[in-house]
């Protein structure tokens, strides 16, 4: 099957108004020479059939054929086959073509025949931003026409449209399009300007986002969530600067919300990593509480990961009070976890041993992250009771105790003569785990050995051969020399035999 045939101009001319309005902002002319000899930005990379899983055969076909046979084509290929499509097959077979548009379109149109030219409106759409997205915008715009015809374009039509112009760095011709929705049957409204200045600060461009919506605030009036969004960009851009001007107009414009967590949230995240950011973080939030409002989780969670990584105990021990003042929101887990992970590095065992008993008794659970980091870091300052008890807990609240830990806890438990407990945590990696138990294995052996516990290291030395983990010839000559000198020669001949014969 050939794969050449012509493809749709992509450099294609702006949204074409169905009527001109002197009331709208007036734009430069679509036909200029800058519009003609548009560069075309590099066509995103798609999802394809071919690394989709479970794909049903007939929606399989479909997409290898459009993706295998040229435009001109397609469609006798197509009734070669003699499948029935439905609306569904039609929406699968869609999604997996972005890579082949003229193609997809073809079996769009054939397709339509046995729909009764009744595709569904998300079938239109695709369609739509399929050739957004490959920046066959003439085809595209050709597309929007006949689903007005059938009355089914809507918001998510102009979405499309906004995004495709966007990524194409043609923001220009997205807020043209933004500018005519109304003469395609579509409200010009707060939510469509939010659809627009999202997809505009998705693709890192916030500044045009902010400099397009002070030139239609006064047309339409922006709400809490057109300013989260343009706060939500400044955050993805590092931009505090920005960040603090747009801040300081959504207090003029909507004034303060408690509900606006989601601004306060990427407005407070995006001041965090400058070099004064925490101080001025903690002005805000009280300012913010001043007036009823507060940041979120969110917020919360990140300014803690950011105490953490700089070990800055009493900043994150001041946001914690902050949060827990007023009843702002409630930890988590992961809030708690990192709390205990810092409290931990700050060698304050016994505040993250608190924040553990308190999590509990304010109804959250901790995880297996929980345990392991207190479990860990305890072995490693050598606290041996609590270590064993944290473990104990951890595995009697069915949460796993990494193996590296238990590595560690086991040398750490025999070091200090503890067999007790070393034998407890082998015998739960054994459980549990199924490999590289060669090494804590042969320390267990030989350190019960060494401990002169020879009738449970000779134990723990056929546990082994049983079970297949390799017992050192360094282990066994320990063994042999600790037995021949307790007259137990026997013992250690009847495991020598069965080392060999495993």
């Known amino acids: 099957m050939g794969k050449k045939h012509k493809r749709p101009n992509r450099t294609s001319s702006s949204p074409p108004p169905l009527r001109h309005d002197h009331h709208k902002r007036r734009h430069p002319s679509p036909n200029t020479d800058s519009d003609r000899h548009h560069q075309t930005p590099k066509v995103p990379c798609f999802p394809s059939y071919l690394e989709t899983p479970n794909l049903p055969p007939k929606v399989r076909l479909l997409c290898d054929i459009i993706a295998n046979t040229s435009s001109s084509t397609v469609e006798r290929v197509l009734d070669d086959t003699a499948i029935r499509v439905s609306s569904e097959d039609v929406e699968d077979a869609l999604k997996l073509s972005y890579g082949s548009p003229s193609s997809a379109v073809k079996f769009f149109r054939w397709s339509g025949h046995q729909l009764n030219d009744n595709h569904s409106p998300y079938a239109w759409n695709l369609v739509v931003d399929m050739l957004g997205k490959n920046f066959f915008f003439d085809a595209m715009w050709d597309a929007v026409k006949s689903m007005r015809k059938k009355g089914l374009q809507s918001l998510a039509t102009f979405a499309s449209i906004f995004s495709s112009y966007v990524i194409a760095d043609r923001v220009r011709e997205a807020i043209m399009a933004f500018d005519v929705m109304e003469q395609y049957g579509c409200p010009r409204d707060v939510v469509a300007l939010n659809s627009l200045v999202s997809a505009i600060c998705r693709d890192g461009k916030t500044v045009q986002a902010a400099d397009f919506l002070r030139s239609v605030k006064d047309l339409i009036r922006p709400d809490a969530d057109t300013y989260a969004i343009l706060l939500e960009g400044w955050e993805n851009e590092g931009n505090s600067g920005a960040a603090k001007q747009t801040f300081d107009e959504m207090v003029i414009d909507i004034g303060w919300d408690p509900g606006n967590v989601a601004a306060y949230d990427s407005f407070l995240n995006t001041l965090l990593p400058a070099p004064d950011g925490r101080r001025e973080v903690m002005k805000f939030i009280q300012t913010m509480r001043d007036r009823g409002c507060s940041p979120g989780i969110k917020f919360y969670r990140i300014a803690l990961q950011e105490c953490v990584k700089t070990n800055d105990l009493k900043g994150a021990q001041l946001l914690w009070e902050t949060m827990l003042s007023r009843n702002i929101c409630r930890p988590d887990t992961k809030l708690y976890n990192s709390m205990i992970a810092l409290h931990c590095s700050c060698d304050e065992s016994n505040l993250a041993r608190g924040m553990l008993d308190e999590m509990v008794c304010n109804g959250v659970f901790p995880n297996s992250e929980t345990y392991n980091v207190l479990f860990k870091f305890l072995i490693r300052r050598r606290k041996l009771e609590e270590a064993f008890s944290i473990f104990n807990e951890m595995v009697q609240n069915e949460c796993i105790p990494d193996q590296t830990n238990c590595n560690a806890a086991v040398r750490t438990f025999l070091d200090l003569g503890d067999a007790y407990k070393a034998i407890k945590v082998w015998k739960y990696i054994i459980e549990n785990y199924d490999s590289d138990l060669e090494g804590t294995g042969n320390l267990v052996v030989a350190g019960l050995r060494d401990l002169d ?30 037995l021949v000198e307790v007259g137990k020669g026997p013992v250690y001949d009847e495991l020598l035999r069965k080392w060999k014969t495993r």
């Open 453 to 482: 516990r020879i009738p449970e290291a000779v134990k723990y030395a056929e546990d082994m051969i049983a079970r297949g983990i390799k017992l050192s010839s360094s282990t066994l000559s320990k063994l042999k020399h600790a």
